[in-house]
């Protein structure tokens, strides 16, 4: 069964209001924020047909955005909740368990406030909402009342006699974040701005913008100047640069000239001038190791800028891409990688890393020798290289003495080990050439040989050995 109301029933029906809205929430609303609520409080009765944004905004006439703004205010205290703004789906909420007044403020803390401020727009009523707003920021912020009168006076000069609140107390929040709060402050706040005029003059020209500049574009100029570090003419030189003149885009290009380090006019020049080359160099760089990138704006700041002034020719960083390809490294962060690797051993030439490379290679084929005369087949890995070192540069053993000991170690289970063990006991004998190593045989110590009384020793003692192991080196042994 379907029981439904019929259109003449919903006409005559009533829409209850709670007294609570009326007492405590409906004095410090403006009329389109009541209307708004009203009828969407209808709504919720049983009127589903009226109840799309287009028609509520038509009816009530009211934009659609307004409405919006309207249902954000009632969020905000607690009343309704926006599920969803596409398409437009609101709860309303239980007065009792959900809603929190605003709160309320003695008239005559804010009489003379008040005065003042509605004088400040004499085309206009100020709304008790506005005036609720100003009060929480005022006990929010702990700025004074004549310092937010200044701050209005401000904005006012800047926007015209029609800027609303939420503008206002951008700009407030804004300057008490940075501990603007008395009236002092204010002044000294304004006089900073006063002398800003000539350099947001010079910006604005470079931009092609007539008139004068707002407050978010002077608070950007003194973030640009004060916080970042760069002089006006830097700053007009970026702004000349740019194809789309604006702000915001000035704003992200002297971000990427504070991330680079860029900070001076001629910087900036010399920065512009190999601009195009960089972007060969990234083109090149990426054809070489396998990938595609679209835009090279990146590329070019987190990668070629970084290596080029580090020193690296194209040269020397295609070589090393090259290299990278061959080693199946096909990323621009492996190769990053292997580029810092090479400036921190001091090769940032071509024919530098090319040096490096024959001595790796030709250190590698020794090692495939030692492990082929093993009996062994198999790649080199970073523990034979160090063992490898360990032997020929630290102990001293030629390449012969060592070949030797890896056909003695040919047949073992662990013959790497087993090297390890015979060349130690080489070198505590002394030896030098093939001969003597050939007289001792590959008879690794047993044990038994070398049964030794343990000495005691002091934590002194052990601690001038350990702990100063750059300067032993065995020679003793």
Not at 239 to 255: E, N, R
Not at 313 to 338: P, Q, R, V, W
């Amino acid at each position: 069964m379907i029981f439904k109301f019929s259109n003449d029933y919903l006409i005559d029906s009533f829409t209850l209001v709670d007294n609570l809205f009326i007492g405590e929430f409906m004095p410090y609303a403006e009329a389109d924020q009541i209307k708004v609520y009203l009828y969407g409080l209808m709504l919720c009765a049983g009127r589903p047909a009226d109840g799309d944004l287009e028609t509520m905004s038509r009816k009530l006439c009211i934009s659609e955005d307004d409405i919006i703004e309207a249902f954000k205010y009632w969020e905000d205290v607690g009343l309704v909740k926006i599920v969803s703004k596409h398409p437009l789906e609101v709860k309303y909420l239980s007065f009792k368990n959900q809603g929190t007044p605003p709160k309320k403020y003695k008239a005559e803390k804010y009489a003379d406030f008040n005065a003042h401020l509605q004088q400040l727009f004499p085309d206009r009523m100020l709304t008790p909402n506005e005036y609720h707003e100003y009060y929480n920021f005022l006990e929010s912020y702990g700025m004074t009342q004549n310092a937010l009168l200044m701050a209005v006076q401000y904005c006012i000069n800047i926007k015209g006699p029609t800027v609303r609140y939420p503008y206002i107390l951008s700009v407030a929040k804004s300057w008490a974040s940075e501990g603007v709060l008395t009236t002092d402050d204010v002044e000294t706040k304004l006089n900073e701005y006063e002398a800003q005029s000539e350099e947001m003059r010079k910006v604005l020209k470079a931009l092609g913008r007539k008139g004068g500049a707002d407050l978010e574009e002077k608070q950007l100029l003194a973030k640009w100047t004060k916080t970042w570090g760069f002089n006006i003419n830097a700053v007009v030189f970026a702004a000349k640069q740019l194809k789309s003149k604006t702000f915001k885009k000035l704003d992200d290009k002297l971000d990427e000239y504070y991330r680079m380090n860029i900070y001076t006019e001629p910087e900036m020049k010399d920065y512009v001038k190999r601009l195009d080359s960089l972007k060969e160099l990234a083109v090149k760089v990426n054809k070489t190791i396998g990938v595609f990138y679209e835009s090279l704006e990146h590329i070019i700041e987190v990668y070629t800028t970084p290596w080029t002034e580090k020193g690296f020719d194209e040269e020397a960083l295609l070589t090393i891409a090259h290299y990278c390809f061959l080693s199946g490294i096909k990323t621009l962060e492996g190769m990053n990688a292997h580029v810092n690797k090479f400036y921190s051993l001091g090769l940032t030439t071509k024919e530098a890393i090319n040096q490096y490379i024959a001595a790796q290679v030709e250190f590698d084929e020794a090692i495939k020798r030692v492990i082929a005369r093993t009996g062994r087949v198999r790649n080199v890995t970073d523990a034979d290289r160090e063992f490898y070192k360990a032997w020929e540069s630290d102990w001293g053993f030629s390449e012969e003495i060592i070949l030797y000991a890896a056909e003695c170690a040919a047949g073992k289970t662990y013959p790497m080990p087993y090297i390890n063990q015979l060349l130690s006991s080489w070198k505590q004998k002394g030896v030098k050439t093939i001969e003597e190593a050939r007289a001792f045989g590959d008879a690794t110590p047993k044990k038994a040989d070398n049964v030794q009384i343990m000495r005691e020793y002091t934590k002194e003692d052990l601690s001038a050995i350990f702990k100063g192991t750059n300067s032993f080196d065995g020679s003793d042994i």
